[in-house]
Each structure stands twice: as C-alpha cells, then as structure tokens.
C-alpha cells in the first residue's frame, strides 16, 4: 500500500465553460466537475444524443446557441484540442482571455492530488476502465476520469472523491499535454511513433515519454519489452505483455497498478467489467454475422484487432475503415493498406480531419494507391449501398467498422437501416425488392442526385400499402419514381423510401371489355401512345413525347401539345393520403397545372384512360411521329429533367428567360439550355447544388428584370424548394 500525502485539498474553480463539451474527453472532466459542485456549461456542435443526457443527468447546462453574455468573463473556459483556439465561438461570446486546452486543465486539476497517469499510444481508455473497475471492486476510494465511457451505459466516467488524494487519468501525448503532467504513478501500456504532426521522429516521441518518466515521483510500470527506462526517477517495476492479445496485455497492466496502488487485487478481476463504447462493441447479430464498431486507427491498433476477430471467426472478415487525421495518413499510409490487405474485404472513407486543414499527400487516396487490387474505395452517402449490395451477394463472419472519427455515426446509421429492412422484408411478397442506399442518379433522366435511404419495388397492391404504411409510422417520406423525369434528387440523396413500381404487376397494359385502355402506375407513356395507336384510339398522341410513366403523369396532370393526362382520365385507383385504397372517376379529382391534389398525396397504382376517339393506326401514329419531329427539333438532347420552371400567368417561362439572355448560363456542369430556355442540362458531372444555384440566378435576374416570380415545376426530393429559394 503507498502512502497518502497530507495534504488532500485540490482548490477547483467556481464556474467551468467547456468548448466541445461533447467529446470523449470533455464529458466525463464535465461529469468530474459537476460532481466536485463546479457550476458547468458548455457548448458542441456535434452532441450526441446520448452524450446530452448524461450531462444534463449531471445539472450541466449545455448552450445551443452561444452569444455575447453567455459566457460570464470570470468563468474559466477550457477547450477540447479539436476546437481551434481561434473558433469564432469565442469572439462571439466575447472571451478574449486565452483558453485552456483539455489536457492542461486537467494537469492542473491532478496537481494537488495522487495521479496515475496511463499513457501509451494504443489501450489507454481501455486499460484506463479496467483499472477503475478493479479500484471499485476492491473498494478503493479513489477519483477517476475517463477518456471514453462505459459500455453499459450506468457505470459513470467519471467520479469526484473529496476524501482521496487518488486520481485516475488518462494522460494523452497527442496535443502535447503530456509535458503538464507530474504523476505519483505512470503507468505506460505500449508505444508507437504516431501524431507525426507533433513529434517529427519517434525519437521525438521517446523523449516525451522519458520527460514523464522524470516527473513521475513514486513509481512507473512499463511492460517487459518497453526498450528504455530513459529519464526515470522513481522505480520501475515490469509487468508482462507478450502483445499476442492487446485485451490480456491491457488487462495485466491494469491489475499491476490496481496491486501497486490498493495493495490487493479482485477476486475474480474484471469479472464485471462493462467494457468501453467503441471497443470491439457487437453492435449487430444477425445469421452467423456480427457487426462491430472499434476505435482502432492506428496500423497497429488494427492489426491486433484483425487477428482476433480473424481468429474469432469462422468466415470472411470486411472491414469499413476511416482514416483519422492527414497527418497520420501521411505517415502510415502503406502500413494502413498492409493491413488492412489482411482482411477478405476493405473499403477505405475520406480522412477524418479531426482538427487538421486539408493535405493532399495525406488523403485516403494515398492508402489506396498502396494497395489497388486489395481496397476499395467509398463515400459516406455510398456505404449503406455498398455494404448491402455486397451483402446480397455474400455474407462475411464479421463486418468491422474501425476509426476514431465519426465512423461509429455510420455504423448506427447501417445497423438501423439494416435491421429495419429485415423487419420490412418480413411484411412484404417474396416477388418485393428492398435495397439500402440505393443511388437515384441513374434513376433520373438528368442523371444527378445521391442515394436513397430506402428502395423497393412492390411486387402487389399489398406491398404497396404495407410500405406506406410503415413509412408513415416512421415519419419517412416516400419518393414515387416513374422515369425520373420531372425531377432532381439532392446531392446528399433521400433520406426516404423510393418506390420503383418495375414488376411485371405495374406493366399491365390491356383494353377492357368496354375498349378502354388500362394501364398499370410504371408504364411508360410512349407505350401507352403506341398501344393506343395499335388498337386504332386518338387522342392520346400528345404524350407520346412525355419521358415520364403513368403514375408520375397522373400525379403531375403532365401535359404537352395543348393536351393534359386528365383530359383523357376515366378512372383512377389510387391510395389515398390515409392509406385507403380508392379508384375514383375522373370528376372527383382537384386537378389542374402541373398538379392533383389526391394523388400528389397519395400513390397512384392504375388508370383506365378514354378519349372518344378513334381512326386508322397509320394516322394515329402520324401525328405520334409529327408530335415527336417537333419535340426534337425545340428540346435539348442532352440530360435534363424537363421544364424547370411552371409557365406564369399569361407568360411562357422559357420565353421569358430566353428574352432575358440567360440561354448558356452556366453554373459548374448545369447549363440553361441554348435550344430551350426552360431547360436546364448536364453537361457533364453536374450536381444538384448545380442547378439549384442556377435555378436561384434565372430566378434573380427574371425577378429584377421583370417583375416576375418563376415557380419551379420539377420535384426536389431531399430538399424543399420553399427552404432554398
């Protein structure tokens, strides 16, 4: 057992304002302080829900929107590395003294008290929990805070005690706070060169340590292969860690110092242990795969995490991996792509910057470029697709998503989508298709636009409802998709359901016993016109040039040639904005320009269509080819999503932006059409963000130079035009 200093008072500050409050860091010193009856605020723009009930849980008032006053001038405020000490946060809130970093104020804190310091570069936060699991076991009082949380969720990460000098904390090396740091004891778990931003060689990184290990005053414990006691002062004592398993080697560490510092060790040690958020947490099981999220970012952080679960497994192994900082990247680019080769799949996202500006040698594309034939590349907005169209094709033991940036974000956002699909799959017709983060631009006749959030394809009327339904439970909105015409998807895609309607039961296309035509929601308008002109009927020859199915010329009363779809609608069936299944006759329906109300609140699934009138195939058809001769000559071949704006009270949009001179108006690859003003094309690589600029400049300029107010006609899907325009 060591002895206690006499001294056990630690003077703490009256009121604390924590920037980045939300982070791994930063909440549990906020749980700490609240706990020690400092008055704590504090500010993240990125707080997990989870993370704002633990805090609130603690009486720690957490600002949404600071401004000037928020901030009391006598509050000491204390910044997570990650927050830049020139945010504008604090010029906002009228801070101009300087700011702590996290780990200064904590060196601040630990200087009055008995501090074990756990340092290393890979299994601090977890060696750092095991040792506070054993303290408690054993009934030790001692102070803690960690450098994460607990896994069960009810285990604090943090602990206030006024009646022990003993500190437990996690000392990091990464910002250089390390250098503030005096411990009673140290306590190393392994090192590697990293953090290549601030220690130049691994040289550098040693004498960071060594600087530690002469501050450290009763005892520091290395592992047996630790290569240098350089700089040590106090004694040194040894524990074993062979490194075949970094959780045994963690834990070995843990109960050395648990003996060191309480003179007893559990019975049973880590018999309870909860286990850390972010390390190796299962966070999905479904038919013999497991899902894991792990916070490994370091070469070899991963590669100890590969062999276990490799060794754990009895199948392939995918890994999804986030690279964190440039720097880093830089660094260990081919040891990232060596590793990470190991696996039987990998895909590799954009760095996480974390605090760093943008490097063009330290992007993904540098571990990439390492290993080509072995690594697949992939966006945030792409990985739910990816991963499931993978998963249709093959199913892996163990699906890995490893980094220390936001990647745990995504695999919640999967293991969500995920499971609520299989929950879905269960409703629907074995004839259904339902597909994660499915990309729509392929599926637009622009060609732009991200992913949906959810696909599928009905394959029955049940179906249909069945998914409305659900969608409905779930606040989701739902995206009809015919052709795609008549509309751009936004460039983060549809956090949604999108309905194509491409089985054989939306294809009906026959006459009924009174000669009308019935024709099923996915059937495409051209077809229509030629079955009509086969079975000898007129009048349906306008929309022979309409890119555009049924159910999206129903929903929007397309029109063209003078003709509109509900000049030849006899019926509809449809479900109704309640979810009922109604076929209604014409008169029933509000329809008018561009619109109709029930079915753009509904779904349309089926129509009869007659027009009275009748003649020779050969006319029919005539006219079809006039209609189509004429939109070829006053349309655009390249890819567009048809008129862009409706045509104003007396007036003819694409007259009006044509008179204006904006023909050729070009905003990346968006350009307004030089054969039709109201049209605007990709010329290749456009964006959404591309025609919205472009949409926002034609409407300026026709407002300014004309008074007039042009309303867009084609759909936006995930995003609303009101909120943009």
């Known amino acids: 057992m060591m002895t206690l200093p006499e001294n056990l008072q630690t003077t703490l500050p009256e009121e604390v304002f924590l920037l980045g409050i939300g982070g791994m860091g930063m909440a549990p010193l906020a749980v700490y302080l609240a706990q020690a009856g400092c008055r704590v605020r504090g500010w993240d723009d990125n707080l997990k829900a989870p993370i704002r009930a633990l805090l609130e849980a603690q009486g720690i008032e957490i600002l949404d929107t600071p401004q000037v006053g928020s901030v009391d001038s006598s509050s000491l405020v204390v910044r997570s590395s990650a927050v830049d000490p020139a945010h504008p946060l604090l010029a906002r809130c009228g801070i101009d003294a300087a700011c702590l970093r996290r780990g200064e104020f904590l060196a601040r804190l630990a200087a009055g008290k008995k501090l074990v310091a756990v340092a290393g570069s890979h299994g601090k936060t977890t060696t750092t929990g095991m040792l506070i699991d054993m303290l408690r076991a054993v009934g030790f009082d001692f102070g803690y805070v960690l450098g994460g949380l607990f896994s069960d969720g009810a285990t604090p990460p943090a602990r206030y005690s006024a009646t022990s000098p003993w500190l437990v904390a996690e000392v990091d090396e990464s910002d250089g706070t390390i250098e503030g740091f005096s411990p009673a004891v140290t306590l190393v778990v392994n090192l590697d060169w990293d953090h290549a931003d601030r220690y130049r060689t691994e040289a550098d990184l040693r004498a960071a340590f060594a600087r530690l290990f002469s501050r450290t005053s009763e005892h520091i414990l290395l592992p047996e292969n630790f290569p240098s006691e350089e700089g040590a002062a106090a004694p040194v004592l040894r524990f074993e860690a062979p490194g075949i398993n970094f959780n045994l ?331 009922a299944l109604q076929t209604w006759p014409r008169e029933r329906f509000h329809f008018g320009y561009r619109q109709c109300r029930e079915i753009a609140q509904g779904l349309a699934l089926s129509a009869v269509f007659a027009s009275g009138q009748s003649g020779e195939s050969e006319s029919i058809r005539a006219r079809m080819d006039s209609y189509a001769g004429s939109r070829k000559e006053s349309q655009p071949r390249e890819p567009s999503a048809g008129c862009i704006f409706k045509n104003p009270e007396g007036g003819h949009a694409g007259r009006i932006i044509d008179e204006l001179g904006l023909k050729g108006l070009r905003e990346g690859g968006a350009e307004v059409s030089a054969v039709h003003a109201n049209f605007i094309v990709n010329t290749g690589g456009a964006t959404a963000a591309d025609v919205i600029a472009l949409v926002r400049r034609i409407r300026e300029t026709a407002r300014r130079e004309r008074g007039v107010e042009l309303e867009p006609e084609v759909l936006l899907a995930g995003l609303k035009w009101e909120e943009l325009l």
């Open 249 to 579: 080697d963690n834990a070995n560490a843990a109960l050395q110092a648990c003996r060191l510092i309480s003179g007893v060790v559990p019975e049973n040690p880590l018999a309870a242990f909860p286990g850390i958020c972010r390390r190796q947490d299962v966070i999905h099981r479904e038919e013999r795969m497991r899902v894991m999220a792990d916070y490994a970012h370091h070469p070899t952080e991963i590669r100890a995490l590969l062999g276990m679960v490799k060794h754990q497994s009895e199948g392939p192994v995918w890994v999804v991996f986030q690279p964190h900082r440039y720097s880093r990247t830089r660094q260990f680019a081919r040891e990232f792509a060596q590793v990470l080769a190991a696996a039987d799949r990998a895909w590799v996202l954009p760095v996480y910057a974390a605090s760093e500006l943008p490097d063009a040698g330290g992007t993904e594309e540098r571990i990439l470029s390492e290993a080509p034939e072995c690594l697949e590349a992939v966006s945030p907005a792409d990985l739910n697709g990816v991963l499931d169209r993978a998963l249709e094709k093959e199913r892996p033991a163990a699906l890995l998503f490893v980094g220390a940036g936001d990647i745990d974000r995504m695999a919640a956002r999967f293991v969500r989508d995920r499971q609520q699909a299989l929950n879905w799959r269960e409703g629907l017709s074995t004839g259904a298709v339902l597909r994660l983060g499915e990309p729509l631009a392929r599926k637009t006749t622009i060609g732009i636009g991200g992913p949906a959030r959810f696909y599928a394809e009905p394959a029955t009327e049940a179906d249909v409802a069945y998914l409305l339904r659900e969608a409905k439970s779930l606040g989701l909105p739902v995206l009809p998709l015919g052709r795609g015409s008549n509309l751009i998807v936004a460039d983060a895609g549809f956090d949604g359901l999108a309905l194509g309607f491409r089985h054989e039961t939306w294809q009906r296309l026959e006459l009924d016993p009174e000669g009308r035509i019935v024709a099923g929601t996915g059937v495409r308008l051209k077809q229509l016109c030629s079955f009509a002109a086969k079975n000898g009927l007129g009048g349906f020859e306008f929309l022979e040039g309409i890119p555009g199915t049924v159910g999206g010329s129903l929903r929007m009363n397309a029109g063209a040639m003078g003709g509109w779809t509900f000049d030849v609608v006899a019926e509809v069936t449809f479900i109704d904005a309640s979810g």
